[in-house]
């Protein structure tokens, strides 16, 4: 079975962390199997929702979960698969492209 991935937003973002200060995360949204998606690009993680709308608030949750059980002492960053990193910067690219031309 072959699971059409079609990318849709690449947005950046920026979240305060005590002690560390504020740190940029890059996002990427797809909708692929009837739903979309959002995978948090430098943490690894990911979320779906039925709306796009949907997806950014239930990422903002995982992140919250994600960062309260992280062992102490261990990185916060688990980057995704590096596929998911060409299809944002080709969703950027792609963006700029249609904003200059």
Same mark, same amino acid.
Do not use: V, W
């Given at each position: 079975?072959?699971?059409?991935?079609?990318?849709?937003?690449?947005?950046?973002?920026?979240?305060?962390?005590?002690?560390?200060?504020? *740190?940029?995360?890059?996002?990427?949204?797809?909708? +692929?199997?009837?739903?979309? %998606?959002?995978?948090? &690009?430098?943490? #690894?993680?990911?979320?779906?929702?039925?709306? *796009?709308?949907?997806?950014?608030?239930?990422?903002? +949750?995982?992140?919250?979960? %994600?960062?309260?059980? &992280?062992?102490? #002492?261990?990185?916060?960053?688990?980057?995704?698969?590096?596929?998911?990193?060409?299809?944002?910067?080709?969703?950027?690219?792609?963006?700029?492209?249609?904003?200059?031309?």
């Amino acid at each position: 079975m072959d699971i059409r991935i079609e990318s849709k937003e690449a947005i950046t973002g920026f979240l305060d962390l005590t002690g560390i200060g504020q *740190i940029r995360l890059d996002f990427l949204i797809t909708y +692929e199997s009837d739903a979309f %998606y959002i995978r948090c &690009l430098d943490f #690894g993680i990911m979320s779906c929702g039925e709306t *796009i709308e949907e997806c950014k608030e239930n990422i903002k +949750e995982a992140i919250e979960i %994600y960062l309260e059980d &992280l062992p102490e #002492g261990q990185s916060i960053f688990k980057p995704s698969p590096p596929e998911y990193r060409r299809m944002f910067l080709k969703r950027r690219r792609d963006f700029a492209h249609c904003q200059l031309g």
